[in-house]
């Protein structure tokens, strides 16, 4: 019984001893074992395909799901966020200072271009208009005087009876009394255009956006009468990417479709040629009928914009994918195995997402894509293309 104990005791002893201190021969030991078992199990599996009769490499091959798809002609439009502007909108405001003396227009009031907004107390500034006409009339009579002076200076000078000194006086005279009737009317021009400025009207027809100055109100120049919009035509404004701009032209339909839920129809009457500097992009306006005025300004609304028509595919939105550079594509299947394709999208609708930049036909992989990178064998299940 003691010769057991020694025995156990040296065997214990033995396993310590492995390991403590060779452990590391110990593991790889343990690893090049089972490393000699998967390079068997490996060639065993191979062994068996190629007895079956499929190359070893098909035994590798992952199962994917394609669909077959063949280019479509389709509408494409630019698509981009907007708002409504109204066509014009002007502050109008006085040129000269006085009460307001006519009855108020209230906000929401059509006016017709020309029609009377705000009118001024005149004040004394018929007086200064009279004052100015009666310079006038004097004026010319003195005019009238040194002109009479003047033929006769000039007959006697040339009769030798009179002095060239007279004659010159003469005319000075009378060049002064021409000054003095061209400031006495540019003197009644302004007195009446003063007077003109007191009646403040509508620049164009339009709706009154806010209401006219109040009757008894001072207004000093610069003050504001009332503001006017014009609403039809109405500008749908949008900003274009550099990436788009190139595809809307000038005369393009477009279309619009209010947060409402409206829609309206339009087409292009401005592109900007200049981008902006902090997005980019590039103003676009498009012009659309609001004879009724139910389309307001400041509106929100989702610009359309047609272009040419492309070939594009319909995959579903699942089946797209990035590559290692973080490109957008999908993967197809060439020669039994998966390559990367990067496409672009024409346009996203419920059946699916129209994409361009694949061949006339595609085997687009639509289930596993995700298992799969270029080169690598796939065994391919085909599914039928919705329509």
């Known amino acids: 019984m003691r010769i057991f104990s020694l025995i156990t005791a040296a065997v214990v002893v033995a396993a310590l001893y492995l390991v403590v201190f060779e452990r590391d021969r110990l593991l790889n030991f343990a690893s090049g074992s089972d490393a000699d078992v998967s390079a068997e199990e490996t060639e065993v599996a191979a ?49 000269t200072s006085g009460l307001v003396i006519s009855e108020p227009l209230r906000a929401g009031t059509f006016v017709s271009q020309g029609q009377l907004m705000c009118e001024l107390d005149p004040g004394t500034r018929p007086a200064s208009l009279a004052e100015a006409t009666g310079r006038v009339a004097e004026a010319k009579a003195r005019l009238a005087d040194a002109e009479i002076n003047l033929n006769a200076a000039e007959r006697l000078s040339e009769g030798g009876f009179a002095a060239e000194t007279r004659l010159t006086a003469a005319q000075a005279s009378a060049e002064s009394a021409r000054a003095g009737v061209q400031s006495a009317e540019a003197a009644v021009a302004a007195a009446q255009t003063e007077l003109d400025r007191l009646k403040i009207t509508a620049p164009f027809s339009g709706l009154l956006e806010t209401d006219a100055a109040e009757i008894g109100s001072l207004l000093q120049p610069g003050g504001l009468c009332a503001t006017v919009i014009q609403l039809n035509p109405m500008k749908l404004v949008g900003f274009v990417p550099e990436t788009d701009v190139d595809r809307v032209n000038v005369g393009s ?11 309206v129809l339009g087409q292009v009457t401005f592109i900007s040629r200049s981008a902006d500097q902090t997005t980019r992009t590039f103003r676009v306006e498009v012009e659309v009928d609001n004879t009724d005025q139910s389309i307001r300004d400041g509106q929100t609304a989702e610009i359309f914009i047609a272009s040419d028509g492309e070939a594009a595919h319909r995959i579903p939105a699942s089946a797209l994918t990035l590559n290692n550079e973080g490109r957008m594509g999908v993967r197809v299947v060439e020669d039994a195995a998966a390559s990367f394709v990067p496409v672009s999208i024409v346009r996203d609708t419920v059946e699916g997402m129209w994409v361009s930049g694949l061949a006339e036909q595609a085997d687009v992989i639509v289930v596993g894509q995700e298992f799969v990178t270029d080169g690598v064998p796939v065994r391919v299940t085909y599914q039928e293309a919705t329509q």
């Open 253 to 263: 339909p477009a279309g619009a479709r209010m947060a409402s839920g409206r829609e």
């Open 47 to 95: 062994t068996d395909a190629a007895a079956e009769g499929d190359p070893p490499e098909m035994a590798e091959a992952v199962a994917v799901v394609a669909l077959r798809s063949t280019a479509t002609e389709i509408d494409s439009a630019v698509v981009v966020r907007g708002r409504t502007e109204a066509a014009r909108q002007v502050d109008v405001r006085a040129e």
